[in-house]
């Protein structure tokens, strides 16, 4: 009971600071160490659909909380993949209640930099876990690593080539 109560928490916190995060500008500098992971995210537009999901989700004030988390990004391609899979025209035409278990789907509590990685599976904020898989360089489940380790002041991004649906 006290492990739900503390990631409601976690999650209420970072959805108000992801928020907040997101309606002012986000830095553009390429210095990522002292922006969170939703500027991180924010100030590069291949990530411009995974922050429109997470501004949809409502899930922003979260990701800007203190953490640290680790989020697998997925990039623009990668979204519009999927959506091309899932026959719709985008963002829009998905509800903040199917984008939110997707989205906690791409977060693990703690920093992991690649070099911390080993092949194993990973509890995700949404409760399934990933598999990591290093065999031919770093897989999270069908998902090929593509850029690693950008570091922030409240976890780490890694790049990612395909939106991880959850079971």
């Known amino acids: 009971m006290k492990t739900a109560k503390q990631f409601l928490s976690v999650v209420l916190i970072t959805v108000v600071s992801l928020s907040l995060s997101l309606n002012s500008n986000a830095k553009n500098d390429g210095d990522t160490a002292s922006s969170t992971v939703v500027e991180i995210a924010a100030s590069n537009p291949d990530f411009s659909i995974l922050v429109d999901a997470v501004k949809k989700a409502d899930l922003a004030g979260a990701l800007s909380a203190e953490g640290p988390f680790t989020v ?4 623009n391609k990668a979204f519009n993949d999927l959506f091309e899979q899932l026959g719709v025209d985008g963002i829009k035409d998905l509800t903040a209640e199917q984008l939110t ?8 509590p703690g920093k992991v930099m690649s070099s911390d990685l080993s092949n194993t599976s990973v509890a995700t904020l949404n409760g399934q876990k990933i598999k ?9 489940n069908e998902s090929k690593v593509v850029k690693a380790d950008i570091s922030g002041k409240n976890g780490v991004v890694h790049v990612i080539d395909k939106v991880l649906i959850p079971e």
């Open 72 to 75: 697998f990004a997925p990039t």
């Open 101 to 108: 278990p997707i989205l906690t789907y791409h977060v693990v």
């Open 132 to 140: 990591i898989d290093l065999t031919n360089g770093a897989m999270i």
